[in-house]
């Protein structure tokens, strides 16, 4: 393996998920293949597409289930709560990031619940945060 390409976050929100990772994490919206509204890619300070956020709309469940089964090549009947909210059996996605203060202040602005850690023996400091669709963020700050 050379390097961990993107992750794919399911939302019922799209404009609230791209701010988070806009304002939050810091990512850049870029070139997005799909229609307007149907999604987006966040890009790191490297140009590197990290997010692929697709918007799922319940109200039209059937499309939705069809977008699904066609990325996963399953077979998925109906649209559940944890296809489109929580980590399912993923843990968190972690980001390297710097200056902890200005991502603490970013945080705290938008009033979003978070919990800190330190690892000690690496030197890092650790933010763990939600989005909007109920992914464990880590934001990992190191020195």
Known sequence: M??????????LDLEAT?????????????????APGQGAWLYDDEGTPVIHIVAIDPAHAE???????????E???????????????IDHIAFG?????????????HGLPFRLNEVASMSIRQIFVHDPSGILIELNFRG
């Open 2 to 11: 050379v390097r961990l390409e993107h992750n794919n976050v399911r939302t």
């Open 18 to 34: 791209i701010a988070f990772y806009e304002n939050i994490v810091g990512l850049k919206v870029g070139e997005f293949p799909g």
């Open 63 to 73: 499309r939705a289930l069809a977008t699904i089964n066609e990325r996963t090549g």
């Open 75 to 89: 077979s998925v009947e109906t649209l559940d709560q944890g296809m489109v909210h929580g980590s399912g059996a």
């Open 97 to 109: 990031c710097t200056d902890y203060a200005l991502v603490r202040a970013r945080i705290d602005e």
